[in-house]
C-alpha cells in the first residue's frame, strides 16, 4: 500500500513538474515575442521621428529669410528663393556653423534649378561620421533672379537631407 501512495506521490510530482516547465516555456516564449514586438516597434518610432524631422528641416529652409524672395521691402513671396542670396548663402552658413548647426542639425540642403539652365547647389552639408539612415525630402520651388533682368524666374526643387 505505501509502495502505491510512493508511486502515486512520484506521478504527482511529475506532473506538477511537467506543468511548470511547459509554463516556463509559455513564459519564454512570451518574451521573446514582446522583445522582437518592441524591436520593430523601436525601429518603426525612430523612421516616424526621422521623417517628422526631415519635413521640419525642409519646412526651416522654405522659409528662411537669408534665401527667401521679398516683394518690395519686405513682404516674402511663397515657396521662391532669391538667387542673388543664393549664391551667397552656403559662404554664410560655413562663417557661422553653429548658428545653422542648431537650425539643421545633420542634413544636406541642395538646390536643383530645372528651368531655364539647369545646374545644382549644395547650401548646406554636415554629414555625421557615421550614419545609418537618410531621408530625403523634395520640394518645388521658384527661383527669382534679379541679375538676369526683374522679373526673371526659373523654377526647381530643394532636396533636404537628413541623417540619423
Excluded at 524591436?39 to 526621422?50: A, D, G
Excluded at 521691402?73 to 521662391?80: A, F, G, H, Q
Excluded at 537618410?134 to 526683374?150: G, N, Q, R, S
Aim: with cysteine.
Amino acid at each position: 500500500m505505501k509502495q502505491r501512495q510512493n508511486k502515486s506521490a512520484q506521478i504527482h510530482l511529475s506532473e506538477s513538474v511537467a506543468v511548470i516547465f511547459i509554463f516556463f516555456v509559455l513564459i519564454l516564449f512570451g518574451g521573446i515575442f514582446y522583445y522582437n514586438y518592441q524591436e520593430i516597434s523601436f525601429k518603426e518610432k525612430q523612421q516616424e521621428l526621422l521623417a517628422a524631422r526631415a519635413i521640419d528641416t525642409t519646412t526651416k529652409t522654405l522659409f528662411l529669410p537669408e534665401i527667401s524672395c521679398t516683394k518690395r521691402e519686405s513682404e516674402p513671396e511663397p515657396n521662391c528663393f532669391d538667387m542673388m542670396k543664393v549664391r551667397y548663402v552656403s559662404e554664410l552658413f560655413k562663417d557661422n556653423n553653429q548658428t545653422y548647426f542648431e537650425l539643421f542639425s545633420y542634413a544636406k540642403v541642395t538646390l536643383n534649378q530645372t528651368y531655364p539652365e539647369p545646374f545644382q547647389m549644395v547650401l548646406y552639408d554636415k554629414e555625421p561620421g557615421n550614419w545609418t539612415n537618410k531621408k530625403p525630402t523634395f520640394f518645388v520651388v521658384a527661383l527669382k533672379d534679379e541679375i538676369k533682368y526683374p522679373t526673371y524666374y526659373g523654377y526647381g526643387h530643394v532636396i533636404v537631407e537628413v541623417y540619423s
